[in-house]
């Protein structure tokens, strides 16, 4: 899609000045220089035909390809973007007054709706290439899909990946694994955490799901099917080191198995925390505020209080599956804010995002 969308504006800015060109080749054909002299100077000085011919360019309307690198350690990130998704998040939030996620927005310079990115993480460990969820594949129709298109951008395909590690099977990060019933990753192992499989991939769990969230089961089933079948389907259990670097850490709370993955080179700690959190403005200034996909709302703000605190004492990269994209920062301890109650607030965050830079 994104490739079909760069061909067509790669064309529409192409052929506009190769009008101009034909016009102006045509123009100096028929007509001494001399006799142009007051066309050329109403051009330079800004006058009406080259106004028109600015004011008649379209609207391109796309945005530039999908794929963010850095350097961590002698590991190579790529962040992929599988696209973003519009969210009215005043219907999604509990344990926050709708009048402080209103502030929250303000402060941001955001308002409803919300635009979530979808973002996956790519590593290169020098030996393995290992992606890190893999977006929503159909789920958000054409606003998702595109993290091929993006990992094609970025200099690989597909059949290079070796390690798929999968945070939880919402559809969202396990969509992008499967297509029409095929697997679309030919050689990789694909990794996840068996308490997330004893629940998502049972069919006994999905009968005693209410009947609205049965889909969800489903989606992970067809997801996983193909690698299951081919026995490239590997699940874990507990914290492990999965590679030399890369270590999972349950932290259950969104899923029953959600995982965050650890990816440390030399000095240098990426965490991938998936759905930990999902909006930064609201999530960094108070990380008791629970998404409504928040299984076990009590557990989703321990592990997120947990993780936050340690990132931000140790310095470390965070890496958000719905963090703006390409979703990589760092968190910095704040001042808890003030509560009108008196209560105790709880530590607030601030993220900042990566500097823009050239991996060397
Ligand atoms: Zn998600």
């Given at each position: 899609m994104l490739a079909a969308r760069a061909a067509k504006s790669f064309q529409g800015s192409f052929t506009m000045p190769a009008r101009w060109i034909q016009a102006g080749r045509a123009a100096g054909a028929r007509r001494p220089l001399m006799s142009m002299l007051p066309l050329l100077l109403a051009v330079a000085l800004g006058g009406g035909g080259a106004q028109r011919a600015v004011a008649g360019a379209p609207l391109q309307k796309t945005q530039a390809p999908g794929w963010y690198r850095m350097m961590l350690g002698e590991f190579e990130v790529t962040a992929l973007s599988d696209g973003t998704a519009p969210f009215r998040i005043h219907d999604l939030f509990t344990h926050i007054a709708p009048t402080q996620i209103d502030a929250d927005l303000a402060q941001a310079y955001l308002k409803e709706p919300v635009e979530f990115s979808v973002n996956a993480f790519l590593i290169n460990t020098g030996s393995k290439l290992v992606l890190i969820d893999t977006g929503a594949g159909t789920i958000f129709?054409?606003?998702?899909?595109h993290l091929l298109t993006n990992l094609e951008a970025a200099g690989?395909?597909?059949?290079?990946?070796d390690e798929i590690y999968i945070t939880h099977m919402h559809g969202d990060h396990i969509?992008?694994?499967?297509?029409n019933g095929q697997a679309?990753?030919?050689?990789a192992n694909v990794h996840c955490a068996q308490t997330e499989a004893d629940y998502w991939l049972s069919d006994a769990q999905m009968q005693k799901a209410p009947a609205d969230k049965r889909e969800g089961f489903k989606t992970a089933m067809t997801a996983f099917k193909p690698y299951i079948d081919s026995k490239r389907y590997q699940p874990f259990r507990g914290n492990?080191?999965?590679?030399?670097?890369i270590k999972a850490v349950a932290a259950a709370?969104?899923?029953?198995?959600h995982t965050v993955y650890w990816v440390t080179s030399r000095t240098e700690t990426l965490v991938?925390?998936?759905?930990?959190?999902?909006?930064a403005a609201v999530q960094?200034?108070?990380?008791?505020a629970v998404m409504k996909?928040?299984?076990d709302a009590a557990a989703a703000i321990a592990e997120r209080q947990k993780i936050f605190a340690e990132v931000a004492a140790h310095r470390d990269f965070v890496a958000g599956?719905?963090?703006?994209?390409?979703?990589i920062g760092h968190l910095r301890t704040d001042a808890p804010r003030t509560t009108k109650g008196g209560s105790a607030a709880p530590t607030s965050y601030t993220y900042v995002p990566i500097a823009y830079g050239v991996p060397q």
């Open positions: 129709g054409p606003s998702g899909g690989y395909h597909p059949e290079q990946v969509g992008g694994l499967t297509r679309l990753f030919p050689r492990v080191d999965l590679l030399p670097g709370g969104h899923t029953p198995g991938a925390w998936g759905d930990l959190m999902h909006v960094f200034p108070d990380p008791t996909f928040d299984a599956a719905h963090l703006s994209f390409p979703g």
